[in-house]
């Protein structure tokens, strides 16, 4: 998990390093390619405009070198940037995701991507990986596709999944599941209810055309996961004052200790692993994964919002809240340059988002079956929520949930919580030839 969106100046200091490193062609057309205009969609063989009637050939081509990854990355905002609810990710945030150099992911995964063009006109783009964390965790030849974005168009969408299977198939992957944008760990799921609201952060948006089209080649419902919206300002329900009340001198819950931040990651991570061991699809986060996380939430929040529940002195359990950097991002067109970064800096350090998201959430398992697994979740809840409010949120997404979570959901129910977004994992067999 890349976090890599923490503040401003680090995304300077991040952009000025790649810049430095872009790969540029010597001569010809694109010889005054220039990273930080790199969805400049006529620079870049695109147009807003889509024909799903196009008659043009289509191929579909595996992306190679830097500007082709620029490429890449801006398929999704071509496809997508007409949908009044879209928002465009910032582009050295998207580079830093893909890049080995910042994503510990690649450590234990490697991958490919694919655009599809039509003429020199690139319509849809997909990638395939393989996680060895997960083939050492499961042993059963599943490897992944993600980041699909197309046009309307049937024959572009099968050309992109078949591209990422033979892939997968050629690596001697006898399944696929997706879509994963990289790992479980990270942004995962199609969204397929809920399109008219802007995806909060590390979440999804397509479009309703996108369903229809992948489940034509084969793909049926692995799993759902679900987005609750809830409002800060909810009261307890009346059983969850009683749990507290009963358990007031057994659990202290805590913000995290910024002196020794580093110990508490690893501590976070730890009980994340524990609480998360059980349910679908698990990979453990890698200490290197949890690092980097633990860097970015150093710059992006305070330490109000990340909260740490002790029972008997034994952390059991913690949460973490983040304003929706995707509300502060709106309009700058993914770029930072030259004015974004201080737009960016005064909606999320003056103005404050209002909306806000809690990405992370864990119960140790010895306490999850017990009295005190809700009271624990509960409690975490409720603390953070109260500092999102004061920093002037007004509707926190937990999220994702999974939707046969069933304890999970009926706490969230509890206080006003409402399932508002779904998205939906898809796979299939790989056939042996």
Same mark, same amino acid.
Request: hydrophobic share 45%; aromatic share 10%; proline share 6%.
């Given at each position: ?15 000025? @390093?790649? +810049?430095?490193?872009? !790969? ?6 694109g010889?005054n ?18 024909t799903t009637?196009?008659?043009?050939p ?11 990854l ?5 398929? #999704? ?5 007409s949908?009044?609810?879209?928002i ?5 945030e ?14 234990h ?6 655009i /599809?063009?039509?003429?020199?006109? /690139? *319509? ?21 596709f %993600? ?5 309307n168009?049937? +024959? ?13 198939r050629? #690596?001697?992957?006898? #399944? ?15 969204l397929v ?6 995806? !909060?952060?590390? =979440?999804?948006?397509?479009?309703p055309?996108?369903d ?6 084969g ?9 609750y ?15 507290? @009340?009963?358990?007031a ?11 020794c931040?580093?110990?508490?990651i ?8 524990? /609480? ?6 698990? !990979? ?10 633990g ?8 330490? +109000? ?5 002790? *029972?008997?002195g034994?952390? /059991? ?9 995707n +509300?502060?991002?709106r309009g ?9 970064w ?16 809690v990405?992370?959430? %864990?119960?140790?398992?010895k ?10 979740a509960f =409690?975490?809840i409720?603390a !953070? ?32 919580g ?8 898809y796979?299939?067999?790989l056939?042996?030839?």
């Amino acid at each position: 998990m890349t976090w890599a969106f923490a503040l401003p100046a680090f995304y300077l200091i991040e952009f000025r @390093a790649l +810049e430095q490193t872009q !790969v540029r062609p010597k001569s010809g057309k694109g010889s005054n390619y220039k990273p930080d205009c790199v969805c400049d969609q006529t620079k870049l063989g695109m147009t807003p405009e889509r024909t799903t009637d196009d008659l043009r050939p289509l191929r579909v081509v595996p992306v190679t070198g830097q500007l082709d990854l620029d490429r890449f990355i801006c398929v #999704q905002n071509s496809v997508l940037e007409s949908d009044p609810a879209w928002i465009s990710p910032l582009l050295i945030e998207r580079r830093m995701h893909l890049s080995p150099k910042h994503n510990p992911f690649f450590q234990h995964a490697h991958w490919q991507a694919w655009i /599809a063009f039509r003429g020199e006109q /690139a *319509v849809g783009r997909i990638c395939a990986q393989i996680d060895q964390l997960h083939l050492k965790q499961y042993a059963d030849a599943t490897g992944f596709f %993600g980041m699909l974005d197309a046009e309307n168009n049937q +024959e572009t969408f099968s050309a992109l999944l078949a591209a990422a299977e033979l892939w997968l198939r050629g #690596q001697g992957m006898r #399944q696929v599941r997706g879509p994963f944008n990289l790992s479980i760990n990270e942004e995962i799921g199609l969204l397929v209810d809920g399109f008219d609201t802007p995806p !909060v952060f590390m =979440m999804g948006h397509a479009r309703p055309y996108y369903d229809k089209l992948i489940k034509h080649n084969g793909y049926t419902k692995a799993k759902d996961v679900l987005a609750y919206i809830v409002n800060p300002d909810f009261d307890a329900p009346v059983l969850m004052r009683q749990l507290i @009340a009963k358990s007031a001198r057994q659990i202290k819950v805590r913000p995290i200790n910024m002196k020794c931040f580093d110990t508490e990651i690893a501590l976070l991570r730890d009980i994340f692993n524990d /609480a998360w061991a059980e349910n679908w699809g698990f !990979v453990p986060f890698t200490v290197a994964e949890f690092a980097e996380l633990g860097k970015n939430l150093r710059f992006l929040i305070s330490p +109000e919002l990340i909260q740490i529940a002790e *029972v008997d002195g034994e952390a /059991a359990a913690f949460i973490v809240g983040l304003p929706n950097v995707n +509300e502060a991002i709106r309009g700058l067109n993914g770029q930072l340059l030259p004015f974004g970064w201080l737009k960016l800096l005064w909606r999320l350090k003056v103005r404050h988002p209002a909306t806000a998201r809690v990405p992370l959430m %864990g119960v140790r398992r010895k306490f999850q079956h017990t009295r005190l697994g809700p009271t624990l979740a509960f =409690m975490v809840i409720d603390a !953070v929520r109260i500092e999102l409010h004061r920093q002037g949120a007004r509707k926190i997404e937990l999220s994702w949930i999974l939707e046969d979570n069933d304890g999970m959901r009926h706490i969230i129910e509890s206080i006003g919580g409402v399932a508002y977004k779904r998205y939906r994992i898809y796979e299939r067999q790989l056939s042996l030839s």
